[in-house]
Every structure is written in structure tokens, then in C-alpha cells.
């Protein structure tokens, strides 16, 4: 585990995996029983983040020993689809949540908290990018790429729950920040499908 990087990066994935299984049960759970659309949607961004990293996960399992490339862009390809499909359902998610003002509203230790795991997130993302970008594996791209989605997602939920509980502005101003930030958030993890998507196609020292 110290010395592979490869199986640590997997190890994580698969972490993230059960956590996301998880979150999407219970919004699941909960959105069909109070016949809520936000928590449905909320769901089913939960549950396309499970799929991209089991897929993930799985393929490291079985190339544990001897990698394979093909393996590899096929599951590149797939989570590429699956980001792309994800950002269509968080522009639902953030549809919802301007139309029906849904944001957390938290007490200050509980936002500090939330703002400081958030940041943790970014930071432990960003280094990843710095030690693995001469990593030629296409399953630790992968991986990243589903990392920086949720992260950018995670971005976005903080905002939102910071503007109504520290926040001093007017509601229309909120809306604005949260739709300005929604859109680049949405924009960002679709050119992260369509570039992994684009990167699985092609061959050799061109990835």
C-alpha cells in the first residue's frame, strides 16, 4: 500500500465509492418518501458518482498485475459519458435549488467545518494533480477527473450554504452568485466528460 501508488489511488476510490453508494440510498430513501425532486436529483448525482468509481474500481481489481490499456480507455470513455450526463443533472440540481430557494442554512462551527473539509478536498485534489501528472495511467486519470467533479460540486454546495448563513446580501444577489457559480461549475465538469471522452480515443504518447 505505501510503496503502489496505483493501489492507494484505488484503495481511495473505492472509499469514495461505498460513501457515494451511500449518500445515494439515503437521498434516495428520503426524496421518495417525502416526494421531493431535489433529493431525487440529489440521488441520482450521488449514484452516477458511484457508478464512475466502481467501474473504476473494479477495473483496478482486475489489472491489478497487468494493467490493460484497452480495459483502461473503456472505462475512461464511460466515466467520461457519465461526467457529461452529471453535469446536466447538477444544472438540474441547481435549477431546483434557485427556484425553490433550497440551501443549508448551518451554525457557524458547523460552516466553519463544512468550509474547512471543503478546502481539504481542493488541497488533497490539487496535490494529486502535482504528483501524479507524469502518471501515464489512464485508471488514475480516470479517477482524478471524477475527483475534480465532486470537488467542483462540493464547491458549489458550500457557497450556497455559506451566502444564507454568513452572508449580508439581498436574495436576488444570492441567486446570481449561486446561478453565475452553477453554470461555470456545470460548464466545467461537461468539458471534463467531453475531454475524457476524446482522450479514450486516442492512441499512444497523443493521451
Known amino acids: 500500500m505505501i510503496s503502489n501508488q496505483r493501489y492507494r489511488i484505488t484503495l481511495s476510490a473505492a472509499a469514495a465509492f461505498a460513501l457515494?453508494?451511500?449518500?445515494?440510498?439515503?437521498?434516495?430513501?428520503?426524496?421518495?418518501?417525502?416526494?421531493?425532486?431535489?433529493l431525487i436529483a440529489m440521488c441520482a448525482f450521488y449514484?452516477?458518482?458511484a457508478t464512475?468509481?466502481?467501474?473504476?474500481?473494479?477495473c483496478g481489481r482486475k489489472n491489478n498485475e497487468l494493467p490493460s490499456e484497452d480495459t483502461e480507455k473503456i472505462v475512461m470513455k464511460l466515466?467520461?459519458?457519465l461526467l457529461?450526463?452529471?453535469?446536466?443533472v447538477l444544472a438540474a440540481v441547481s435549477y431546483i435549488s434557485l427556484s425553490q430557494n433550497i440551501a443549508t442554512q448551518h451554525e457557524e462551527i458547523m460552516m466553519i467545518t463544512i468550509a474547512t473539509y471543503t478546502f481539504y478536498k481542493v488541497t488533497m485534489a490539487s496535490?494529486?494533480?502535482?504528483?501524479?501528472?507524469?502518471?501515464?495511467?489512464?485508471?488514475?486519470k480516470t479517477i482524478r477527473a471524477i475527483s475534480y467533479a465532486e470537488v467542483a460540486a462540493s464547491i458549489l454546495t458550500l457557497q450556497r450554504s455559506m451566502l444564507v448563513s454568513f452572508g449580508s446580501m439581498d436574495s436576488e444577489r444570492i441567486h446570481f452568485m449561486n446561478g453565475m457559480t452553477g453554470a461555470v461549475v456545470c460548464l466545467f465538469v461537461l468539458t471534463l466528460g467531453i475531454s475524457m471522452m476524446i482522450k479514450?480515443?486516442?492512441?499512444g504518447p497523443e493521451l
Open 84 to 88: 457529461a450526463v452529471l453535469s446536466f
Open 200 to 203: 479514450s480515443t486516442r492512441k
Open 127 to 140: 496535490i494529486r494533480a502535482i504528483k501524479q501528472r507524469k502518471n501515464p495511467s489512464l485508471l488514475l
Open 52 to 58: 464512475m468509481r466502481f467501474s473504476a474500481v473494479l
Open 79 to 81: 466515466s467520461g459519458i
Open 20 to 38: 457515494n453508494l451511500l449518500y445515494a440510498l439515503y437521498h434516495c430513501v428520503v426524496g421518495i418518501v417525502n416526494l421531493s425532486l431535489w
Open 47 to 49: 449514484g452516477i458518482l
